[in-house]
C-alpha cells in the first residue's frame, strides 16, 4: 500500500494562535525548537529578510540561507494591549513591539516580566524564543 | 478626452446595527446617490462594489448589489482595499470614465459589520495585517496605531491631551451630522474622568475615546464623463488630483512610525496631478480611525510640518471657522467606520461642501478639497482632490 504523503505543517506550532500552517520557511520552527530565531538570507544578491521568505524579490532566486538573529536591537515602538481579539484573552495584558536591529526590524512581543515603567523606547533589547503555557511557540523581546 | 466629475453622492445613516440585508443597505446609499444625481438605473453603464471582505455570509456581493439595484446586465465587478476600497473605486471608475469604457460608473461601498461579536471583528480585522508573522503575536488594529501614537509622542512631544482634543472636534461636528453613529457631545474632561467610558484603557496610549466605532453603512459615489454630464445638464464637481500607494504590511518592513508613508506618497501624486500644493486646499476629510491618525495625516499631507500636527487642532485652524477646516461632518470618529463605505462617505461630505449644501457644517466658499482615506495600518493609502 502506498504510504500517505505527510503534510508539513509544522508552522501551526508559530504564536498563541497560527493562522497558517503551510510554508516554505517551515524549518523557522525547528530553529525556534532548538532556541534559535532565524531569518534568511538570498544567498545570490545577499538581501536579508526578516521575517524570513523563501524567495527574493530584487533577484528572483529561491535560493536562500538562514541566519540566527543575534545581538541586539532598538526598540521603536511598542504598545500594551488591555483587549485583545478572540483567541488571545488569555494573554492578557501584553505588549507587541517592532526592534531595529539596521539591516532588518523583528515585529514580536516585549516579555510579560519587564515593568511597563521601564520599558523605554531606543532601549536595547534581545529577541528569544518562547514557550507559552499551551505548548506553541513565538519569540519574545528581552533586556539585552 | 475630456474631464471626469462627481455627478451624485449618497450614503445612508451609519448605525450600530442596521435591521436589514446588506443588499438593502447597499440601496440606502445608492438611492440617495441616484436621486441626488437625477438620472436612471439605465443611465450607469458599470457598478464597482467595495467592502472589506469576511464581514458577511454572501460572497461576491456584486451580482446580489447589481441585480437589487437594477444594474443588470451592465458589468459589476467587487474591489478590496480594506479601509480605502471605496476610494480605490472611485480612482478605478475614474479611469474607467477617462479610457472611454465607460460613461457613468457607480462606485458603491458598504459594510455590516454587526454580524459578529467585537471581538471577532477586531480579530478580523487583526487579519488585515500579516497573519503568517503578526497575527499569531495577538494584534488588533488600535494596537498597531498606538505604536505610531507612542513613537509620535516620544519624538515630538505629542501629549494624551491633544490625542483628546482631536476627539472634542469631532464629537463637535458629530452631533450635527444625521448620519453620524456617535452624536454625543465629547468634552475634554471625560478623558481624565475615571467615571467615564471614554478615558478606559485599550492599547496603552490609546483609550477608548481615542477610537472609531465599527458600524453598518453604505455609501456611493456616481462617476461620469463631462460630456455625460452636460448631456444630464448636471454641473460636477471634478476630480483633480488621484494618489495612491502601498506599504509593507508588516511593521518590520516599515521605515517610520510617526507618519504613514502611503499618504505622503499619494499625497505627492495627488498634488502633483492637480498641480496644487497642501496650501491649495479649503476644506479635507481625513482618516482618523483614531485620534493619533488625524494627527499623522495633517503632517502626512503637508497641512502642518512634522511635529506639529497638533497646533492645527489646539489652535482651532483644523474647525470650522478655522485656516482649514478638517473632518466638520464628524470624521470617522463620530460618524463611525464601516470600512467599505467609509471612502464614499468622506467623498460625499467634501462633494456636499464644494456645492454648499453641507448645511449646518459646511465651511465658507471652499474650492478645493481633498480626501485622505487609509486601509488597514497605512497599508493602502488613497488621496483625492476635487474641486467646483
Not at chain 1, 120 to 130: C, D, F, P, S
Not at chain 2, 183 to 208: A, C
Not at chain 2, 304 to 325: D, F, H, I
Amino acid at each position: 500500500m502506498e504510504k500517505k504523503k505527510e503534510i508539513d505543517d509544522r508552522f501551526k506550532k508559530f504564536g498563541t494562535v497560527s493562522f497558517t500552517s503551510l510554508t516554505k520557511v517551515n524549518d523557522f520552527i525547528d530553529y525556534l525548537e532548538e532556541g534559535k530565531v532565524m531569518g534568511t538570507k538570498c544567498k545570490s544578491c545577499g538581501l536579508v529578510f526578516f521575517p524570513p521568505r523563501a524567495d527574493c524579490y530584487k533577484c528572483l532566486s529561491s535560493d536562500v540561507e538562514w541566519f540566527e538573529v543575534s545581538g541586539s536591537g532598538k526598540l521603536v515602538s511598542c504598545s500594551k494591549l488591555e483587549y485583545a481579539p478572540s483567541g488571545f484573552g488569555d494573554d492578557l495584558p501584553y505588549s507587541i513591539a517592532v526592534l531595529d536591529y539596521g539591516d532588518y526590524k523583528i515585529f514580536g512581543r516585549i516579555a510579560s516580566d519587564i515593568p511597563e515603567d521601564e520599558v523605554r523606547l531606543g532601549m536595547e533589547m534581545k529577541t528569544i524564543v518562547n514557550k507559552l503555557p499551551n505548548g506553541q511557540l513565538n519569540y519574545i523581546f528581552q533586556k539585552a | 478626452m475630456g474631464k471626469a466629475g462627481i455627478i451624485g453622492v449618497g450614503q445612508s445613516k451609519f448605525v450600530r446595527r442596521y435591521p436589514g440585508s446588506i443588499r438593502e443597505l447597499a440601496f440606502e446609499g445608492f438611492k440617495e446617490a441616484m436621486q441626488d444625481a437625477q438620472i436612471s438605473v439605465g443611465d450607469i453603464d458599470a457598478s464597482i462594489i467595495c467592502s472589506a471582505p469576511e464581514y458577511d455570509k454572501q460572497r461576491s456581493p456584486s451580482g446580489v448589489f447589481a441585480e437589487y439595484l437594477g444594474l443588470i446586465p451592465q458589468p459589476t465587478f467587487y474591489l478590496e482595499n480594506l479601509c480605502s476600497s471605496s476610494s480605490m473605486g472611485v480612482r478605478m471608475a475614474y479611469s474607467l470614465v477617462k479610457s472611454g469604457l465607460h460613461e457613468v460608473v457607480a462606485v458603491i461601498g458598504f459594510q455590516k459589520m454587526s454580524e459578529i461579536s467585537s471581538a471577532e471583528s477586531q480579530e478580523r480585522m487583526g487579519r488585515g495585517a500579516d497573519i503568517q508573522w503578526e497575527s499569531p503575536f495577538g494584534t488588533m488594529m488600535p494596537a498597531y496605531y498606538a505604536m505610531f501614537a507612542r513613537a509620535h509622542m516620544e519624538k515630538y512631544g505629542t501629549t494624551l491631551d491633544d490625542l483628546a482634543l482631536v476627539r472634542v472636534k469631532a464629537a463637535t461636528y458629530g452631533q450635527l451630522n444625521e448620519k453620524a453613529v456617535f452624536r454625543k457631545s465629547v468634552t475634554f474632561e471625560m478623558f481624565t474622568d475615571p467615571e467615564s467610558p471614554l478615558s478606559g484603557p485599550v492599547s496603552s496610549p490609546i483609550r477608548v475615546g481615542d477610537c472609531c466605532a465599527n458600524a453598518d453603512g453604505s455609501s456611493c459615489v456616481i462617476v461620469a464623463s463631462e460630456e455625460k454630464a452636460k448631456a444630464f445638464n448636471k454641473e460636477p464637481v471634478w476630480i483633480l488630483g488621484l494618489g495612491a500607494a502601498s506599504a509593507s504590511v508588516n511593521m518590520a518592513g516599515r521605515d517610520s512610525f510617526t507618519g504613514l508613508a502611503v499618504a505622503q506618497h499619494a499625497a505627492e501624486q495627488a498634488y502633483k496631478m492637480a498641480g496644487m500644493t497642501s496650501k491649495d486646499i479649503n476644506v479635507a476629510e481625513v482618516h482618523d480611525c483614531f485620534t493619533i491618525s488625524e494627527i499623522l495625516a495633517y503632517e502626512d499631507l503637508g497641512f502642518a510640518m512634522p511635529g506639529e500636527g497638533k497646533e492645527l487642532v489646539k489652535n482651532k485652524e483644523t474647525y470650522k471657522e478655522g485656516s482649514l477646516p478638517v473632518n466638520v461632518d464628524g470624521g470617522l470618529l463620530s460618524k463611525g467606520h464601516p470600512i467599505g463605505a467609509t471612502g464614499g462617505s468622506q467623498i460625499r461630505t467634501i462633494v456636499l461642501q464644494l456645492r454648499g449644501e453641507a448645511g449646518e457644517m459646511q465651511v465658507k466658499d471652499p474650492e478645493i478639497g481633498l480626501i485622505h482615506n487609509i486601509g488597514g495600518v497605512g497599508l493602502y493609502g488613497n488621496i483625492t482632490i476635487l474641486g467646483r
